[in-house]
């Protein structure tokens, strides 16, 4: 467990001790093991650093609701707390907003910058308000509902159909997740807008999206390259999580961008 100001993260390291050190964020409603496939080829190169964020898996759950900057302090607590004093970072939908905010807040911090199924804002208060009542109203029925909703917004159907066991294994997480944890993390997505900020960007970003992602569809990640000057943009044949669904491809183009001077 790792310490922030107001308790215990989990996390785990992965790799050769003394290597550069990549950062690896969760998804909302997920935790570390989103990230197991790309674990064997990024230890090659990397010491992998993954955590639950602020509300899912292990880690604290403290009163909500959240913001993206008290989860950016959060990763930056737990760089202190490992003595980490610079690293890469790729964050995956939420975990892309704390990657952007970081990017504004705490390039100093940071060598290269991933952010994947993102946008500088994602969705609108219509959007997250009901969805917050729900969860924090029916609790782990509502947590059910939405494992078996994120299906198709996680996950494209050809997918699917091929893969249902790594399929259960990812949706699980969400049944898992606490209702109160899932709601406060949503009020943080929901109130995260970066749009005007993504200019403070300075650290070397590449960017990663989806084709059939209709929760954070590739027109977000556009817009965050053309705000970011010099950023790279890739694209898969995946919905809202390519890092599981794109597997090796979209680890071997995250590793390019990492070991490319």
């Known amino acids: 467990m790792g310490r922030t100001q107001e308790g215990e993260l989990n996390y785990r390291l992965d790799g050769p001790q003394g ?9 909302l409603g997920t935790d570390l093991g989103m990230w197991d496939a790309q674990i064997p080829a990024f230890t090659e190169h990397f010491q992998v650093l993954r955590y639950d964020t602020r509300g899912h898996g292990q880690s604290l759950v403290s009163e909500g609701p959240y913001s993206i900057e008290q989860l950016g302090h959060d990763v930056l607590a737990l760089l202190d707390t490992l003595n980490i004093e610079r690293a890469h970072f790729c964050g995956l939908s939420m975990g892309g907003l704390i990657g952007q ?3 504004i807040h705490a390039g100093g911090r940071l060598n290269k910058l991933v952010v994947c199924n ?23 029925a509502a947590m059910a509902g939405l494992r078996d909703a994120s299906i198709a917004r996680w996950f ?3 997918y699917v159909l091929a893969h249902p066991e790594q399929v259960k294994r990812i949706t699980d997480m969400l049944a898992a997740t606490s209702p109160q944890g899932y709601a406060a993390n949503c009020a943080a997505v929901r109130d995260a807008d970066f749009r005007d900020q993504l200019g403070a960007i300075k650290v070397p970003l590449l960017i990663i999206a989806g084709t059939e992602d209709a929760v954070t ?12 000057p010099g950023a790279q943009y890739a694209e ?4 809202h999580l390519s890092s599981v669904q794109a597997g090796d491809a979209f680890s071997q183009r995250v590793l390019a961008f990492l070991l490319n001077d």
């Open 236 to 239: 898969f044949y995946a919905a």
């Open 118 to 140: 993102t946008a500088a804002k994602i969705g609108e208060a219509a959007m997250w308000n009901p969805r917050i009542e729900m969860v924090l109203r029916d609790g782990p």
């Open 101 to 103: 905010w970081l990017g």
């Open 156 to 158: 494209t159907e050809d």
């Open 217 to 228: 569809p590739p027109s977000g990640s556009h817009y965050i390259q053309e705000h970011v």
């Open 19 to 27: 290597a550069p050190v990549l950062v690896l964020s969760n998804s």
